[in-house]
């Protein structure tokens, strides 16, 4: 059975930046529309198996990258809740790193 798919306030406020930025700057939704086509297909297929993703030093949180993001999202047998979305260009991920 397939995990709930949930964001944070977080992640929900990241994600509309993103998209905002992509549209102003293209002058087009393109590729706002197929990064969150790309982030919901890998989220779907991640909520029935969330260990096919990068490991982090909890066990409970992994990450995983999709068009020059991370993606940071923590799960359970019930559901799968996208923690955080962040650029891979800005800054390197330091908090939840490989083990």
Same mark, same amino acid.
């Given at each position: 059975?397939? !995990? #709930?798919?949930?964001?944070?306030?977080?992640? *929900?406020? /990241?994600?509309?930046?993103?998209?905002?930025?992509?549209?102003? !700057?293209? =002058?087009?939704?393109?590729?706002?529309? !197929?990064?969150?086509?790309? #982030?919901?297909?890998?989220?779907? /297929?991640?909520?029935?198996? $969330?260990?096919?993703?990068? $490991?982090? *030093?909890?066990?409970?949180?992994?990450?995983?990258?999709?068009? =020059?993001? *991370?993606?940071?999202?923590?799960?359970?047998?019930?559901?799968?809740?996208?923690?955080?979305?962040?650029? *891979?260009?800005?800054?390197? #991920?330091?908090?939840?790193?490989?083990?």
């Amino acid at each position: 059975m397939a !995990r #709930l798919i949930a964001f944070s306030r977080r992640s *929900t406020v /990241q994600l509309q930046k993103i998209l905002t930025f992509y549209d102003k !700057r293209n =002058g087009t939704d393109e590729y706002s529309r !197929r990064l969150l086509s790309n #982030l919901m297909a890998d989220l779907e /297929q991640l909520a029935l198996m $969330p260990t096919a993703s990068s $490991p982090s *030093t909890r066990a409970d949180v992994r990450f995983f990258y999709l068009m =020059g993001f *991370t993606i940071i999202f923590h799960y359970d047998s019930r559901s799968l809740t996208v923690l955080s979305i962040r650029s *891979t260009l800005r800054q390197p #991920l330091k908090m939840y790193q490989k083990k």
